[in-house]
């Protein structure tokens, strides 16, 4: 059973997203203010979440700055890589951007039909399996380089001009050079799709499309600040090494022109 955490101050939108939970065979937990969630995402009830939904307003806090907490918070496990939806009554285009680069995977403007989150949320799901699918079928599974792991026998490898990459789709891990990213959901996904084809120029069209189904183009630009995070945290474990060109006025690609 797919369980949902949803942090909302609205008890009308918690009724109705819990009763389109139930229709669906989902579990919700609701919870009303930003304080309590990361002490919940420690517990045991935790362990079974599938996605969260953090509306960007709340009364004790910012759900943006929650999502940031989220990414970053490492005593939470796999959580920290959980898919987040936020839900925000704000029209702005800034807000919908931040939300995406602080880490968030989608975004649905209030009011909504909770029909559509429910939809939003599965073809996230639907991207995640695609994309290990896909992974699976176009990289090595050798794991002869990897650190020893309990779960290394499901870790894909890489083979690029940058180096030997490992990924272990059970827990979201990505190595280079033997060291972990600390990726946000977003920054992974991106980098994981230049992996795949690494000789191929992707346009920022093409990378936000590989990363939502419900692409917003008045937000590709995004996709250069999450390059951005990707090279600095990249330059952090070797700055000698260009991993990621840009090629003018085309997109990006891990091998030069």
């Not at 009011?111 to 599965?122: G, T």
């Not at 890489?158 to 600390?182: E, V």
């Amino acid at each position: 059973m797919s369980h949902i955490l949803l942090v909302e101050d609205d008890p009308a939108i918690a009724t109705s997203l819990n009763i389109t939970c139930k229709r669906e065979g989902w579990q919700m937990t609701w919870l009303d203010n930003a304080s309590t969630v990361l002490d919940f995402l420690r517990t045991d009830a935790a362990t079974s979440l599938s996605a969260i939904i953090l509306d960007v307003g709340l009364p004790d806090g910012d759900g943006l700055s929650l999502c940031q907490k989220i990414r970053h918070s490492a005593d939470i496990g796999r959580l920290q890589d959980a898919p987040i939806v936020f839900l925000t009554a704000r029209s702005e285009e800034v807000d919908r951007i931040l939300g995406l680069e602080m880490g968030g995977d989608d975004y649905c403007a209030k009011p909504f039909s909770p029909r559509e989150l429910v939809a939003r949320i599965k073809a996230i799901w639907r991207r995640e399996q695609l994309l290990r699918q896909h992974q699976s079928a176009a990289v090595d599974s050798s794991t002869d380089d990897l650190p020893a792991s309990p779960m290394s026998e499901q870790a894909l490898t890489f083979h690029c001009r940058s180096g030997i990459w490992h990924y272990q789709p059970l827990n979201y891990s990505l190595l280079w050079q033997q060291q972990k990213l600390d990726l946000s959901n977003t920054e992974r996904k991106i980098l994981l799709t230049l992996l795949q084809a690494p000789n191929q120029v992707f346009s920022r069209e093409q990378l936000l499309c590989a990363i939502s189904d419900y692409p917003d183009h008045r937000l590709a630009r995004t996709i250069d600040s999450h390059v951005k995070s990707i090279r600095k945290q990249l330059a952090q474990i070797d700055d000698s090494t260009e991993v990621i060109y840009t090629h003018r006025g085309l997109g990006y690609a891990l091998c030069p022109a």
